[in-house]
């Protein structure tokens, strides 16, 4: 039997549609039923495990799974609670689920500073990242652990402020809570098992890894065409926003001007268009890629 690589990522929540998205522009379907724990890819030896995103990181330590995608926030959080800490690692930050743990108390405060937090009782589902800041930044607060819906704590009288993870701050709002201070930003991570794998199945990661370096850097990737005058070359190539050497080529009937081609790895912008076009660009062209391999 060939092995087979065994991934996980989150069942429903913030982090599947990403986690989807992403395999499926490494070129991978996933095959699953309905309500189904356990998914099969057809275009690579890979078979997909949907879990709860707490059981992720302790999955792969235990080789459950030998890959997985996870919160940076939960990873770090299990890290330092001392679970099973050696057995885990991250490979690499995937760009998606951004968000941000932070400090919040009543819209009234006056804050300014961690010391500020002297003696309060901070509700978080995060005690570990939460103590390790407070001691960092000097304040002598005590984080209270809660589970879920820790933004009410402070209403309830349970707390004094939380430390919770935000993205629009809508949440922490309507609760009548505003962030002060952020004690840990995160993002979708990929993590693997510490073990070497086999090396059928190391072959199989490699291929993996490479796909999803492959999109992570043609995300925001274009390949960008223009006119110029010869002489501009240089300048041009110097301003183009994370570009490696360009093609220039010859115009037929215009040897005062030149095509520029290159493919630009950060986004290109209106202003740095202008920009261009002061430097002499014409019919400039921006293209999105779609894919893309070193
Ligand atoms: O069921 P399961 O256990 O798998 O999922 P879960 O409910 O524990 O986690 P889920 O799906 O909510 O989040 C999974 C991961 O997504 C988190 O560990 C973070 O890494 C990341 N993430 C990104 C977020 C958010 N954005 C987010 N906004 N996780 C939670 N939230 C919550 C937050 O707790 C708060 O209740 O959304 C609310 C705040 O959102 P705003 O937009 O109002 O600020
Ligand atoms: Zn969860």
Redesign the pocket.
Known sequence: MTERLRIAI???????DGSMELLKNCGLKVSRGKDRLYGRVQEMPIDVML?????IPEFVADQACDIGI?????FEEDRLGGAREDAAEEVMRLGF???RLMIAGPKEWDYDGPAHLNGMRIAT?YPGLTQAWLEREGAAAKPVMMKG???VAPRLKVADAVC???????????NGLKPVATVFS???LLIRNKEPFPTEKQTIFDALIKRINGVITSRDAKYVMMNAPRTAVEAITEYLPGADAPTVLDLVGAPDKVAIHAVCRESVFWDQLEELKKLGASAILVLPIEKMMA
């Open positions: 989150q069942k429903s929540g913030r982090l599947s879990l709860r995103d707490d059981d996870v919160g940076e926030n939960v689920a951004r968000c589902s819906s820790v933004e919770d993870i935000v993205s629009t701050g809508a949440t922490l709002d309507a995160s993002q979708a």
